[in-house]
């Protein structure tokens, strides 16, 4: 046998359907040599046999026939799940780690998509926000005045104007100093 058939897929499966076959006929072997050996032990008497001795002779030599069938029958499905193991794990391995990069690749990329969204979008909300005068309800006090009730002999002239003020804006960054160029 070639060894280096064994790593293939086509080499694995002869080998393992081989063995799952041999392990079979072995096992229907062992079941019938064990129906054939109780039934002949428990028509045997041996000298000095009280009642039930032939019975339970016979099913203590069967017992380990039948052991032996169910030794081979698990022998051929492990054959068989020796093939489907190194299918999964060895031949199908590749496709399943790209397969998993790439899902993990358009996750990634829909949750970046998702924080500009919403980083975009909070600083349209505070622009916005900004920009808007708000309506005071009625019988609250006003926390700011609004610029147009400013008067020139107003005690409040001595305090600059918040920026923006002057003119309305299109970004935040409006609403920002500037770093000092130079």
Do not use: C
């Not at 428990?42 to 030599?61: F, H, M, N, Y």
């Not at 081979?72 to 492990?78: C, D, G, L, Q, V």
């Amino acid at each position: 046998m070639d060894i280096n058939a064994l790593f293939t897929d086509e080499g694995l499966r002869n080998f393992t359907a081989t063995v799952r076959d041999q392990h079979v006929r072995d096992a229907q072997q062992y079941g019938q040599i064990a129906d054939i050996v109780r039934r002949r032990l428990e028509q045997t008497p041996i000298e000095g046999d009280r009642w039930l001795s032939k019975r339970l002779r016979a099913w203590k030599v069967a017992r380990q026939l039948k052991a032996m069938q169910k030794a081979s029958t698990e022998a051929a499905a492990k054959a068989e799940a020796l093939y489907a193991t190194y299918v999964n794990e060895v031949l199908e391995l590749p496709q399943r780690r790209a397969t998993a990069e790439a899902k993990r690749l358009e996750r990634k990329q829909g949750r970046q998509a998702a924080v500009g969204a919403a980083v975009a979008g909070s600083l349209n909300r505070t622009v916005t926000a900004l920009n808007t005068p708000q309506e005071q309800p009625g019988g609250t006090v006003p926390q700011a005045r609004p610029a147009e009730f400013v008067t020139p002999e107003s005690p409040f002239e001595q305090w600059p104007m918040a920026a923006g003020g002057e003119r309305p804006t299109s970004t935040i960054n409006d609403y920002f100093a500037k770093g000092e160029q130079g």
